[in-house]
């Protein structure tokens, strides 16, 4: 099952897939178009755990050898904008790429989770887009929030699409299209740390609460992206998250 | 769970909306006690821009409650902070306006794993449930006359340990705001950690611990193995 969050006439939804195309169907029963609605993150974002360099291509093509432990990095819920959002290029900035992830959803409080039992914790997944800036790159707890954590830097959605819908862990093709143009694919099998690893992991020393996210890394194919460009993640059976990318000016800058 | 759904709600008429960033090495002497490292790999240089962490949900306790430690054996390094208190949405202010953005003042213990090495996010070192305690009270920025020159005292089972001052930062409240809110807008209730001097005490289970702040009271607390605790 498919689910979105959206803004209507003056009012947050639930919605879900319509049965005609480009079509949603709101709790209350309304059919809308998809246009016509703001879409939000399809979940309420509780604590945004990413993974850096966790596919083997991608930390090669960044120049970094093997890791004995996740890199892993928290961002927080003001950077987060739905499908169809705009996300701000600073006019200073040389190097700004987009990173296709599968975003993996906590439905159920996980503490000492154990490998075997961690997938039971997994409400869903949907699509993120973490974007980063490379020009802000310190070497103080790398990647430092001035890359990671901007505002409309984590793109997430449009559906939150429930885990008993694949296989366990997923395996499932991702990819990033520019104005149309495939730039980045990949497929989470390659993820170095998987799922019920990272749960494991992570649940050993933090408790994970339904609405936290874990976005589990991205890979290789990242390149530069410009103001105007239309930038499209895409994850197999889960969703294609649309963002625009703006300028200085529309933002008063 | 170690977040508190009351947390929100403790410190009214503010409300807290849960999220906790800190700054890293925003004492001068913080910076200072590197040394020469700060200059060499894999740092390089020191920080320009601020240089920020989570405290995410599942470390926050209330006022009231203990803090938790897993390995009945190890320690806590006790980071005795200020805790800025946003009062409204606050992007890309001025220096010179940013204290119109501040509702308040409130003590926070932002406790870690020891650790020595700042060039990865120190995740596993600083996320661990029930690590970060706040309290006892929001107090409102028009009754501290400057935030900038807090004296800061550590307890350890009523004995000071450690004394330090809200001074000698590279940014003071203001242009930390001002600069934070540039890259990322910080929203009501949020809570911006103004950064902890070097030297900070180090506790094990079993220990009472006390911050007190010049002008914002004592956030007294406890620090419990996290088998005492019914984990």
Redesign the interface.
Same mark, same amino acid.
């Given at each position: 099952m498919k689910r979105a969050r959206v803004a209507f006439a003056g009012a947050l939804h639930d919605a879900t897939p319509g049965t005609a195309p480009g079509t949603l169907r709101l709790a209350d029963g309304r059919v809308v178009a998809e246009e016509d609605v703001v879409w939000l993150a399809p979940f309420e974002v509780?604590?945004i755990?990413a993974l850096g360099l966790n596919y083997a291509d991608h930390a090669k093509e960044l120049a970094f050898s093997a890791q004995d432990?996740p890199?892993? &990095?928290?961002?927080?819920?003001?950077?987060v904008v739905g499908h169809r959002g705009r996300t701000r290029r600073p006019a200073d900035a040389t190097f700004m790429h987009y990173e296709c992830e599968l975003a993996v959803v906590i439905g159920k409080?996980a503490?000492k989770a154990s490998r075997a039992a961690a997938m039971s914790h997994v409400a869903g997944y949907t699509v993120a887009n973490d974007y980063a800036i490379r020009d802000?790159l310190? =070497?103080?707890?790398?990647? =430092?929030?001035?890359v990671k =954590?901007?505002?409309g830097g984590t793109v997430l959605g449009p559906w939150l699409v429930d885990a008993a819908d694949f296989a366990s862990p997923p395996q499932l093709d991702l990819r990033t299209f520019v104005n149309g143009r495939l730039m980045q694919q990949g497929n989470t099998r390659d993820l170095i740390f998987d799922v019920p690893f990272l749960i494991e992991y992570l649940s050993a &020393?933090?408790?994970?609460?339904p609405g936290d996210v874990i976005l589990t890394g991205t890979p290789e194919g990242v390149s530069n992206v410009a103001v105007g460009d239309e930038v499209a993640c895409e994850i197999e059976g889960i969703g294609r998250l649309v963002n625009t990318i703006a300028g200085d000016a529309e933002f008063g800058? | 769970m170690a977040l508190s759904f009351d947390l929100p709600f403790a410190f009214a008429p503010y409300r807290l909306s849960g999220t906790v960033y800190g700054v890293l090495m925003n004492h001068r002497a913080a910076l200072a006690a590197l040394g020469e490292a700060a200059h060499q790999p894999p740092y390089k240089a020191p920080p320009k821009a601020p240089v920020l962490y989570v405290k995410p949900r599942n470390t926050l306790v209330t006022p009231g409650a203990a803090l938790r430690i897993d390995d009945p054996a190890g320690e806590l390094e006790v980071g005795a902070a200020l805790g800025i208190v946003i009062g409204r949405s606050a992007c890309r202010v001025a220096e010179s306006e940013a204290m119109d953005f501040v509702a308040g003042y409130v003590i926070v213990a932002d406790c870690s794993l020891p650790h020595d090495s700042y060039f990865r996010p120190a995740i596993r070192f600083k996320a661990r449930d029930a690590s970060c305690a706040i309290g006892p009270k929001v107090v409102a920025r028009a009754d501290v006359a400057d935030p900038d020159a807090l004296g800061v005292r550590v307890l350890v089972d009523g004995r000071p340990v450690h004394a330090a001052s809200t001074g000698g930062t590279f940014r003071g409240v203001a242009r930390l705001v001002s600069d934070v809110s540039e890259f990322m807008t910080l929203a009501p209730g949020d809570l911006l950690l103004a950064g902890v001097a070097p030297g900070s005490p180090r506790v094990r289970a079993g220990a009472s611990l006390a911050i007190e702040v010049d002008g914002l009271g004592r956030l007294e607390t406890r620090v419990v193995a996290a088998e005492l605790a019914g984990r």
């Open positions: 509780g604590t755990i432990e890199l892993v &990095f928290l961002k927080g819920p003001g950077s409080p503490r802000y310190e =070497n103080w707890y790398r990647p =430092n929030l001035r =954590n901007r505002d &020393f933090m408790t994970l609460s800058r | -």
